[in-house]
């Protein structure tokens, strides 16, 4: 990706990245290798969910011919070993690890065991349905695996240099292209659930091999053409049962089939497969300058941002479908807000800026990486969200079936693996979405310490920051550029700091905004930048068409939203409100969730009734006494950390129906 070679040393993300490191990756490992006894729960109340064991390694293990046995787990299950060992390379790149390195060329080596004859490769099918390769392409995730792995590989190749994981990959990636395209006599069909076009990007960028740009490209178009392909599968298909129990009742718009792709104008069906496709198909608009493409990118990023992702970067609104509903509709407690979503929405916000250089792609890219991927994760790195809700109540999650899916403390691992991985592999590249360089234009999107070195048309250009961002709004560049061409350096401009200073060379000067950024056009030489975002703690509110806000705000600072937790605020957050003129204050607290800012205000809360003193309804209110409380907020991400408890995002505002 065009961003340069960065050094990440932050305050903030090298906790995170050296959590992936030193706990996650080896948990994971653990995990994926059934070498330790945790609790695997369910993503929701679903008896098909298999939560016995991971059982990935060993699948690889019984397709390579070196142990007997039964494949266990989803058809997919390949694919947590892929995100794995893609986030071990990222880790590699940062920090060399012989021992790492030596475990994952073993990994490769077993991959490749798996490998047939042909190239064709996915533990499930090898074991147990091998008649049945290509044939039911709608559950079968066959080609999904395939993305995953080409996307590892690429990254493990470039890290450890592993020549062998790139061979099985192009194997792999030719067997597939033998199989699938447009030709007489080749199958006219797609995946289920996208990500080969991903895939096959990455390996196009490693090899330049036009056939895989060809083959992405293929499967874009081919989608939503031939809506009828999988009902035609699923009736040829002579061995009935189905791969994945229930997934035939998902309308089109489930797998985004309902049309054409470029005819697409809003996020429809299982959102990580849409975010998914858009990003292949930003990737691949961003090469072959496919307008087409671009267009339909363009509008369904419109449709995502302006109605239907949460003030958290979350999206997906309903566990059904794990799915897009429509416009405005973002309910705070039956919402799905995915975190493999989120991490989606990034993959496309990071694609979309390669073909424009506009703020509101690294906007997003910030909300989703702040807010809902990070509160993916336990502070520990050993508990794991699927979803991301802004309300949870541990007695609704527990007695509502309609809620079983919100869980209020993370789990040890998930019958469905797919979120914890995919985090971690984000999480270890972060390198990739700080900044983006289109020629002698460096753009910088995130805010963190880290060190630049980017190529120029005539030389090195370096670039420093020097920041406690997400705490403080300072962030400090430091600029050198070793050639005589000038260079144009962009910087974003949050959406939400309305107010800011910037100096150059300690002069304050005035620069305007343009899509997102301000623009210094110089020759650096040893020059300083130094950016200042006010952050205050601001409220929010939502548009009137979202029904689940109307009357409440909610409080963020900088890029964090915040919540409230019961642990600091007793129990039934709902009956907490604010008036329209509270004064908040803040503080820095060093030994509260690995270090925060802490937010509080006076607010009110209107006394729960009791059994014996309030009626169910009644003609004149309020229910109870009102008395002043003061209430406190947390970074939202780190919510869930303390034990078992209720969080809320949207609190109630006196009169803010006005
Ligand atoms: O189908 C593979 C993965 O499992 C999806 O991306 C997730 O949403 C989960 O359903
Ligand atoms: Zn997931």
């Known amino acids: 990706m065009t961003g340069g070679k960065i050094k990440i040393q932050d305050n903030f993300w090298s906790y995170y990245r050296d959590l992936i490191r030193t706990e996650v990756i080896p948990y994971q490992w653990k995990i994926l290798n059934d070498d330790i006894d945790v609790n695997i729960e369910r993503e929701r109340k679903d008896d098909s969910i298999p939560n016995e064991k991971s059982h990935a390694i060993e699948n690889f293990k019984i397709a390579a011919g070196l142990k007997s046995g039964s494949h266990y787990g989803w058809v997919f299950q390949d694919s947590d070993v892929y995100k794995w060992l893609e986030a071990v390379a990222y880790s590699l790149a940062e920090r060399m690890d012989e021992n ?38 709608s559950e079968s995730h066959e080609l999904y695996c395939a993305g995953h792995f080409f996307e590892a590989a690429a990254a493990y190749y470039e890290a450890a240099g592993n020549e062998k994981v790139l061979q099985i990959a192009c194997k792999l990636a030719d067997c597939i292209d033998s199989h699938f395209g447009s030709d007489k006599g080749k199958n006219h069909g797609y995946d289920g659930h996208e990500e080969i076009e991903i895939g096959l990007m990455c390996l196009y960028r490693l090899t330049g091999e036009k056939r895989y740009l060809n083959l992405s490209n293929y499967f874009l178009y081919i989608r939503g053409t031939d809506p009828g392909f999988f009902e035609m599968q699923k009736k040829e298909d002579k061995e009935k049962s189905p791969l994945i129990e229930g997934m035939d009742r998902w309308p089109l718009s489930y797998y985004q089939i309902h049309k054409p792709l470029p005819e697409q104008d809003t996020a429809e069906g299982h959102a990580v497969r849409l975010v998914y496709m858009c990003t292949a198909m930003a990737d691949v608009a961003a090469i072959t300058k496919d307008g087409k493409l671009l267009s339909a990118c363009k509008r369904i990023w419109r449709n995502i941002v ?3 992702m949460y003030i958290t970067g979350g999206i997906g609104s309903t566990v059904l479908g794990e799915s897009f509903t429509f416009d405005y509709d973002l309910p705070n407690d039956t919402m ?10 990034i993959f496309f916000a990071r694609r979309m800026l390669e073909n424009e250089v506009k703020g509101e792609y690294g906007d997003v890219m910030e909300r989703a990486l702040y807010n809902t991927v990070l509160s993916g994760m336990a502070l520990d790195g050993r508990h794991f969200f699927y979803v991301n809700p802004l309300e949870a109540v541990p007695e609704c999650s527990e007695k509502d079936p309609g809620k079983s899916h919100v869980k209020c403390v993370r789990p040890e691992w998930l019958g469905c693996a797919c979120c914890p991985p995919n985090l971690a592999r984000l999480l270890a590249s972060l390198e990739k979405y700080i900044y983006l360089q289109k020629g002698n234009a460096i753009y910088a999107n995130l805010f963190m310490n880290c060190e630049g070195i980017f ?4 030389g090195t250009f370096t670039v420093k920051q020097k920041t406690n961002y997400p705490w403080e709004g300072a962030v400090c ?31 304050v000067v005035n ?10 056009h110089q020759n650096f ?33 900088g890029p964090l939203v915040y919540c409230m937790e019961s642990i600091d605020n007793g129990p039934h957050l709902h009956l907490m409100f604010l008036d329209e003129n509270t004064k908040f204050s803040y503080r820095f607290h060093e030994e509260v969730l690995g270090g925060a800012v802490i937010i509080e205000a006076d607010g009110y809360m209107r006394e729960p009734g009791t059994e014996d003193r309030t009626a169910l309804y009644q003609k004149s209110g309020p229910a109870g006494k009102v008395r002043r409380k003061v209430i406190k907020w947390i970074p939202y991400y780190a919510w869930a950390n303390r034990g078992m408890n209720e969080m809320q995002v949207w609190i109630r505002q006196a009169l803010s129906f006005l």
């Not at 799905?336 to 929405?345: D, I």
């Not at 040893?526 to 509110?541: G, S």
Request: a negative charge.
């Open 100 to 137: 790492l390195k030596i475990l994952a060329d073993g990994v490769v080596d077993l991959i490749g065991a798996a490998q047939e004859e042909d190239g064709y490769l996915n533990t499930y099918f090898t074991i147990a349905a091998p008649e049945r390769k290509f044939k039911r392409l």
């Open 306 to 308: 302006d109605k239907r």
């Open 336 to 345: 799905y807000c995915e975190t493999c979503a989120s991490v989606g929405l």
């Open 455 to 458: 190529e120029t048309s005539d």
């Open 477 to 507: 560049f430091s600029l050198n550029c070793e050639g005589k061409t000038p260079v144009i350096f962009g910087i974003r401009i949050p959406q939400w700091a309305d107010d800011y200073s910037i100096m150059i060379n300690r002069q």
């Open 511 to 520: 620069a305007e905004i343009k899509d997102g950024y301000i623009y210094i």
């Open 525 to 557: 030489k040893d020059d300083e930048i130094i950016l200042n975002f006010t952050m205050k703690v601001e409220k929010w509110y939502a548009h009137p068409n979202v029904r689940s806000d109307i009357g409440k705000v909610a409080i963020t600072r």
